[in-house]
């Protein structure tokens, strides 16, 4: 079976860079040829350009309960290469955790998901599949192909994992996702570069207007400076927030071990789990213009550009979130200096009602595999199409058989061996016990 794990991970399916549009396609393909060995009666590319959706629809089961599985087959750039201590797509165990880029996001997880279908030799449930390849840069095509056919999330539960255990042999099911507004800020100061010698001193400078504004965007104390913004947010119960202290969970663990910063930063008064569930964030992902080659070139910047993001909360609107920003960004930039703001993709923020029957199976399952159930938790993280794959009416069960440490999106990412064996039990006993005639689990 980790033969074939790596091979699915060997394929480096980078969805954000059009130079790995073949490998996305590959991996597209690697998954619709495990669908087929799985039995399944239709598999399919849809809205298929570049990165196609996997549709798979499982044996037909007359009266049993249907499951929709979502997952994805794209990844996260590799970058910093020279960080990794084997390459990203070289797959390989150490101590016990397989390293590559993808072991925990997703790749290692949709694997899971179905090796515990051939586990459990064809349970009685009609299952369905979206694998998709481009969550990692906004799920575009997916969301308009569910637009057009809201049909395909008709089921009686819809399935995902795509996150992690919130320590250690503590299994978690996930109660709401963060929202995303990814965008572009651009500032222009003038026609073209000058010389920063005989202009210096006279002319204005793009980076120099750009990191103003950036910098007036969020204040030292955490707050964003964008009005309007936190006027939606809606403050967690005071239970939830009970239930987080008891949380396995210590800040000055994840300082020393998970952030390896010297302090935490962000709004006083609000917990750590608060911070990374129930507040919006602004963050700076690169600033691009200007001379960064090697060497030294004495010119002042006509152009530079900030590539940022939000994080959204329950109940922000993405798009409330894009004008707010827009005329944020028009309001805190100098009449002399023209910004724009280009909007790259985007997602509104995910909350679960974890009451529906087919969450206690979930419970159940983990609770015989691993010794404990699950616990209700919030991610940081975003998936963007979890609302809309809920929109019909379905539970969305989101858990994961990742651990906190696996490193998402950054170098030496890896999965627990020991992770995925149970994983694949979970899953199996979750399906056995959904289709075993649990009427009450159909809606
Ligand atoms: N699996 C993650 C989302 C996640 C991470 C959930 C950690 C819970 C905990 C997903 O693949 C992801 O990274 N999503 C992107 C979406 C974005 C690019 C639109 C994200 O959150 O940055
Ligand atoms: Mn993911
Ligand atoms: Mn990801």
Redesign the pocket.
């Known amino acids: 079976m980790l033969r074939e794990l790596v091979e699915f991970l060997r394929i480096p399916s980078v969805s954000t860079l059009p130079a790995h549009d073949a490998d996305c396609r590959r991996a597209a393909e690697w998954v619709a040829a495990e669908l087929r060995r799985l039995g399944c009666r239709e598999v399919a590319f849809l809205a298929s350009d570049v990165h196609p959706v996997v549709w798979g629809v499982g044996p037909d089961v007359p009266g049993a309960p249907t499951l929709l599985i979502y997952g ?1 087959y794209d990844v996260q750039p590799p970058d910093p290469l020279g960080e990794w201590v084997t390459p990203p797509f070289e797959p390989t165990v150490r101590d016990g955790k397989l390293f590559a880029r993808g072991s925990a ?2 790749k290692g997880q949709v694997f899971c998901l179905l090796r515990a279908i051939a586990a459990a030799g064809r349970p009685p449930v009609n299952l369905r599949f979206l694998i998709e390849g481009e ?1 990692e840069y906004g799920s575009r095509v997916l969301f308009d192909l569910l637009r057009r056919e809201p049909e395909r999330t008709r089921a009686d539960a819809v399935l995902i994992a ?1 996150m992690a255990y919130v320590a250690p042999r503590w299994p978690a099911v996930y109660t709401a996702l963060r929202g995303l507004c990814y965008a572009e800020i651009s500032v222009r100061t003038a026609q073209s570069d000058l010389h920063s010698g005989e202009f210096g001193g006279a002319a204005p400078n793009a980076h120099e207007e750009l990191v103003r504004l950036l910098g007036r965007l969020k204040r030292p104390d955490g707050k964003i400076n964008i009005p309007g913004l936190y006027a939606a947010v809606k403050r967690p119960s005071r239970a939830e927030l009970a239930a987080w202290r008891k949380l396995p969970f210590r800040e000055a663990d994840f300082l020393k071990q998970r952030v390896r910063a010297k302090r935490l930063t962000g709004l006083k008064g609000h917990s750590v789990l608060e911070r990374l569930w129930a507040l919006p964030t602004f963050e700076i992902h690169g600033i691009m213009g200007g001379f960064t080659s090697d060497g030294a070139k004495t010119v002042i910047p006509a152009a530079a550009t900030a590539k940022v993001s939000l994080r959204l909360v329950p109940n922000q609107k993405l798009k409330t979130v894009e004008r707010q920003l827009a005329a944020a960004v028009k309001r805190l930039a100098p009449k002399y200096v023209s910004a724009s703001v280009k909007f790259m993709h985007g997602a509104d923020p995910a909350q679960v009602r974890i009451t529906h029957p087919a969450f206690r199976l979930l419970d159940q399952a983990f609770r015989e595999v691993v010794g404990r159930g699950t616990v209700p938790v919030r991610a940081g993280g975003s ?1 963007p199409v979890v609302p809309a794959l809920g929109r019909s009416g379905a539970p969305v069960i989101l858990t994961g058989i990742g651990l906190p440490d696996d490193r998402l999106h950054a170098p030496n990412e890896k999965l627990d061996l020991k992770q995925l064996w149970d994983g694949i039990n979970v899953f199996r006993r979750f399906y056995e016990l959904l289709g075993r005639g649990n009427a009450d689990a159909r809606s």
């Open positions: 994805h996001d997703d969550e795509d998936i």
